[in-house]
């Protein structure tokens, strides 16, 4: 391997450590303080919530209405929450005064924040919280950090001028959701390249994006198949 490429990876190992180690944490640090603000004790009483479960309902069911709270029902296009996601977050209830696909017929798994990954927990944080726009902000560039200089980067490459800028950026967008994570970044940005955890990033972030990039080439003869790939890698990006 030659050096140019080798200081391109270590370049990825550090942006894709800094996802992993301090993103992932802070979106999930995020998550807990608000919904301790509203006074749930733990996550699964947050998913429980009936104004959240009703969020998280239609941000997976397309054109459902609900028995109650229907001045708040909405619908879309593409719900971006996939089924394994809501099958990891709620399961199926039984409720007799109710005869419809409803949230009310749904009730959380004893889940916990670290159970979720970036996109799912940027999700929740971006469709169901109410957070200050600048959070949201942030929230968002991050993901799409995470999506498009990793997920999609089959390479596990980035060169130094992009570096250069998203470290910039990416350190920015950390610190002003939560400032004490300066140390951190430091420390990861220092650091040499670790081959085996470099692997491991490498094949978290990309298996699943390749997975469907295969999928989607082989069902391309059938249109509304290939559609519904589409649909899952836009909802995951």
Not at 71 to 90: K, R
Request: hydrophobic content about 35%; overall charge neutral.
């Amino acid at each position: 391997m030659d050096s140019s490429k080798a200081e391109d990876q270590t370049r990825y190992f550090i942006f894709g450590s800094a996802i992993f180690e301090v993103v992932v944490p802070v979106f999930r640090d995020r998550l807990e303080n608000y919904y301790r603000g509203l006074g749930c004790p733990n996550f699964q009483a947050f998913l429980n919530h009936q104004p959240i479960t009703h969020i998280m309902f239609h941000l997976r069911f397309k054109d459902k209405h609900c028995c109650f709270d229907r001045t708040n029902c909405f619908s879309q296009q593409f719900p971006p929450l996939i089924s394994y996601q809501w099958n990891l977050l709620y399961t199926n209830a039984t409720n007799p005064k109710c005869n419809r696909s409803c949230h009310c017929k749904y009730t959380a798994n004893p889940v916990g924040l670290l159970d979720l990954d970036l996109t799912l927990a940027s999700l929740i944080l971006i469709r169901a919280c109410s957070l200050p726009q600048t959070d949201l902000t942030n929230i968002q560039n991050l993901r799409e950090f995470k999506n498009t200089y990793l997920s999609h980067n089959k390479e596990g490459c980035i060169s130094k001028d992009d570096f250069d800028t998203l470290w910039v950026d990416l350190t920015t967008y950390i610190l002003q959701l939560d400032p004490s994570k300066q140390d951190d970044l430091i420390r990861i940005q220092n650091r040499p390249l670790d081959a085996r955890l470099y692997r491991k990033y490498h094949i978290d972030l990309i298996d699943v994006h390749n997975l469907l990039q295969e999928i989607q080439q082989k069902v391309e003869p059938i249109p509304n198949m290939a559609q519904n790939i589409t649909e899952i890698k836009v909802m995951m990006a």
